[in-house]
């Protein structure tokens, strides 16, 4: 088998199409993005639609058919039924009752962590540029890749978040298993640094072809593709999932960090600052 690449892009004929004035969904979709009601980020030729996390819609153009094709799974509809659906974007995006059924139900599937990082993601919306981010041969996502300032550029930089309730974060040897996970996670990044970078720069480029945009597609437009490089050392981000939850206590920070940890840590997720 040959390498696996990483790929952001979108076909043409598909930016053709939402950039064309009268299509209604791409603006609904793009409304709810920046009003904070779902995220979007940008696949190998495809993008997603997220609620907390959840990917309430992956929307592929279809060339046959001249057509994208929303592919949402049945859970999101209330059914009982491990499999997806497809349906035209307008049904989903244009339709009150099947937007607001999908957005309940995701939210009633998602988890702490995720909703934290939603609420994250909107107060860092100049500079998310990607979430639940997979790499090739990792089954593992990142929560949120951020382009940070860096020397007059912008540095890629990845991000996993966990609540401090999350047993991931304590152990009575003193290694929490987050530390495996971390660096799992640097062994990839480091391995795949040059088509992760390739990869985002594809993004850029095709996001700056979008008229209309929202959130991280936003984000990736104002980057400038010659001035990003990678990050290859993952951060963790963690927090409360609420204000009656086990804060992360001070001496599991200490232990983190004392193993090279760079962590970022607030009781209220909403209080995150991503550096």
Known sequence: MGRKVFFRMLPQAFIEHINNIRCDWWKKAMTLVNDRKIDVAMRNGYLNFYRYGQSIAKVTWKSRTKKPSAEIHRKYFGEHINSYTRREPDDLFLSEKALNEVLTNAERHSGDEKKGCHHIAANHAACVIDMEMGLPGLAL???????????????????????????????????????????????????????????????????????????CLQALAALAPESIEVDDQPRLVVFKPDQGARSLEECWQNVLREKGVDLIYAEDAKNIVLQ
């Open 141 to 215: 996502r990142f929560d949120m890749v951020a382009a940070l300032s860096s020397g007059g550029g912008s540095r890629l930089t990845f991000f996993e978040a966990k609540h401090s309730e999350n047993d991931a974060l304590r152990a009575r040897n003193k290694k929490p298993t987050v530390l495996t996970q971390l660096e799992k996670y640097a062994h990839n990044l480091q391995k795949q640094k040059e088509d992760i970078l390739a990869g985002y720069v594809s993004a850029v480029n095709t996001a700056k072809r979008i008229e209309i945009r929202g959130g």
